[in-house]
């Protein structure tokens, strides 16, 4: 892989990931507002936007683990913590709306 494909494949990520990320964040808001369809549609695009970005980590981890050898740029290590916290911020995202749900669900019975 090429130092010029590493960067786009850097990129990628951090695309696919801060979406994710931004959509994890409306759900929570939606959440708070109590408007769960709308929370649960923006998890459901936060989880495709970082099944997008991991297709482009799995390239990356295929590719060495077929032998191929390359330099790891600093923009990558930053992609790669773009992912995960978009993957740690989703999945807390969608804990907080199922708590609100409860919590409603509670309030109300």
């Not at 959440?31 to 709308?38: A, R, V, Y």
């Not at 998890?43 to 936007?49: F, N």
């Not at 991991?54 to 290590?77: C, K, N, R, Y």
Request: hydrophobic share 40%; glycine share 4%; aromatic share 8%.
């Amino acid at each position: 892989m090429t130092k010029e494909e590493l960067y786009h494949l850097s990129f990628q990520l951090i695309l696919y990931s801060g979406n994710a990320r931004s959509l994890a964040m409306e759900a929570i808001y939606h959440g708070k507002e109590k408007d769960f369809t709308n929370a649960d549609q923006k998890l459901s695009e936060a989880e495709s936007e970082l099944a997008k970005a991991h297709q482009f980590q799995t390239q990356l981890i295929q590719a060495e683990a077929s032998g191929e050898e390359f330099d790891i740029p600093i923009i990558l290590i930053h992609a790669q913590d773009h992912l995960m916290t978009a993957i740690t911020l989703k999945d807390l995202a969608k804990e907080m709306v199922d708590l609100r749900k409860e919590f409603l669900k509670k309030e109300k019975g």
